[in-house]
């Protein structure tokens, strides 16, 4: 995966489509981010550059609940990979 604006703003819309709002503030994230189950709030940390951003995604996007209906067809897709990539790590 490539570490760009284009990458970061895909792994962004994942969230966003599923209802989830993306805020980046300041704060002692230790693992940079933070969610708010019940407003459906995502906080990450302002201060993480583009490559951080990413990974924080990347960690973060298999922990929400997100409905793949609710995602566009490239979207989808990429939740789909995320998922799978980690289902592999696992193993």
């Known amino acids: 995966m490539k570490y760009n ?3 970061l703003d895909k792994l ?3 969230p966003e489509q599923a209802g ?3 805020r980046y503030e300041r704060g002692n994230f230790q693992s940079g ?3 708010l189950e019940q407003k459906k709030v995502v906080v990450l940390n302002k201060f993480l550059q583009i490559e951080g951003r990413i990974n924080t995604l990347l960690d973060l996007i298999p922990q929400l ?3 793949p209906g609710h995602l566009s067809a ?3 897709k990429l939740h ?3 998922l799978a990539k980690l289902e592999t790590e696992e193993n």
């Open 5 to 7: 604006q284009s990458t």
């Open 12 to 14: 962004e819309a994942i």
């Open 20 to 22: 989830y709002v993306l």
């Open 33 to 35: 981010y933070c969610i």
């Open 65 to 67: 609940e997100i409905d």
């Open 74 to 76: 490239e979207s989808a």
């Open 80 to 82: 789909a990979g995320i």
